[in-house]
């Protein structure tokens, strides 16, 4: 996202490309961190370095954030040395930073190439519309044996919606959704492990991200893609049968809502 160019933005950048000429690409990336905040220092810019913050919901830590460098009085930055460009990841990375330490503006530096490569961002929060837990039930039946389970799940789903909205990883919702439960005393399993085995030989094991509420339903938590993909329903499925339980479901965060796709373990979703 662009935007005019504000005055602490453009010093930032300048002081990052003094930062590249000094060192060069090819070093530790401590070290452009460490140049650059003494070059914000001596510039007098108030920064913090590395400054950790949780988040939190009904009493538990959800998830924690450490960006490299946080200027309060407007900048999130977050320093890189990469093989390739930026990623998808790595702006969901910055999104999360500016929408906890509620800052508008951030910059993604790549100090990897023969030239400083350097990306804002420009995040508002988006308005997110409130969800009813009935609502994210429809086209699960009434008298499946999960049905209870779902019912818990959904009630937890729409508070976090409500009161966090949307522009987190997937992280952060898995253990906002944990929170939610643990603070109504509901047994929620947090990313659960099995063993894999096949022809008899154990592979080992394998974790899947996401929980298991009340012992009976799989869910697993997703944002900000383009949508809710087959192959998000067949890693659920995969772990279904690993884990011998009959349901699960993707809870997908997007952009400004949340969609949800319920599944069992045959090839065939519980949701059309």
Known sequence: MK???????????GEALAVHRELGPGVREEFYHRRLAARLRAIGVEHSS?????????????????????????LVLELKHLLGGFAAEHFVQLKCYLKLWRLRAGLLFDFGKEKLVTQRYLYDDPVVARIEAAALLAGLSAGTPVRPAAETACRALARVLAEHGCGYRDTAYNGL??????????????????????????????????CIVGQALLVKPLSQREGIRPADLAVVQTWLRLLGLSAGMVA??????????????????LQS
């Open 3 to 13: 935007g005019p160019m504000d005055p602490l933005s453009y010093a930032v950048i």
């Open 177 to 210: 959704l944990r929170a939610d439960l643990a603070a109504d005393g509901v047994t929620c399993q947090l990313n659960p492990q099995a063993s894999v085995t096949v022809a008899g030989e154990v592979l080992g094991e394998s974790q899947f991200l996401g």
């Open 50 to 74: 590395k400054p950790r913050r949780e988040l939190l919901h009904r009493g538990f830590v959800a998830d924690g954030f450490e960006p490299d460098i946080v200027i309060p009085s407007g």
């Open 252 to 269: 997908h965060f997007t952009n400004n809502s949340l969609e949800v796709r319920w599944v069992n373990p045959s090839t065939r979703p």
